[in-house]
């Protein structure tokens, strides 16, 4: 019965399995397009130091200008796990767990110790409950915690994308540069080469960062964001049917008891 209801659509989780399978088949794509560029030119031709500079460095300059290292190495790492998969696997099993004492009538209190505050969410909570905490008070607490985090998240998308408008608008400025240097060299054919190069190959440069690199990296992160978000709002509506069940079994809210009344009663 307990497997046939997590199969249907009573117990829904996000899905939220690892994404090697999509990495392998964007490497794959972007290696096309990579091959597809190099039967116009070479690797060599397409290496432009002054591009590279205004491009790259540019736009790493210009975002540490809108955000401090700390966020930049937070967006870093968090690309990088992203490939591996929403970092909330923990919390999808936390899930996992409820589901279960939903189903097979357990309690709240048997599924962890909860004799101290550790990080881990589910422990958390047990901890709060068992102080007398309501679920009220408990939802607003584990809340905020995760407003806390899911903030941090997407700061880390936010940096994608401003660095995903800062590319192509370098690029632009490096094309604008490299003209003004084109007409200024009219008389020396000698010059316009380099020139139309670095007009050329920074507005290239540009548009494949902003295109094939950023703007998708962003729209991952934010895919990854709004799993974790919903996963959290879904766990804690299922802690709330765990309390309710409780309170109404007993009748009362729960509170706590002290040593006072215990040996009173």
Partial sequence: MEQGLHSKTYLTRPKAGRDLASALLSVIGLGAVAWAITQATTWRQLADPRSIVIVGLG????????????????????TFRSFFGPSDGSVLRIMREVDDAIVKNEHLATLRDGEQIDGELLNDVVFMYNR????????????????????????????????ALTAPALGLFGTV???????????????????MSLALMTTA????????????LAGRLEHHNMIFLETHKQLLSRIGILLSREEREFDVAHVPRTDGLDEAE
Avoid at 71 to 76: R, V
Avoid at 138 to 155: G, H, K, P, Y
Wanted: no cysteine; hydrophobic share 50%.
């Fill in 59 to 78: 736009t790493l300059a210009t975002t540490l200008l809108q955000f401090d290292f700390r966020s930049l190495w937070a967006t870093i790492v968090a």
């Fill in 177 to 195: 540069i490299g003209l003004m240097g084109v007409l200024r060299s009219m008389d020396d054919p000698t010059e316009i080469g380099p020139l």
């Fill in 132 to 163: 007398g905490l309501l679920f009220e008070e408990i939802n607003q607490f584990v809340t905020a915690r995760v407003e806390d985090e899911f903030n941090n998240r997407r700061v880390a998308a936010e940096v994608l994308r401003r660095a």
């Fill in 205 to 216: 440069y540009g548009a494949g960062l902003g295109s094939l690199v950023f703007t998708p």
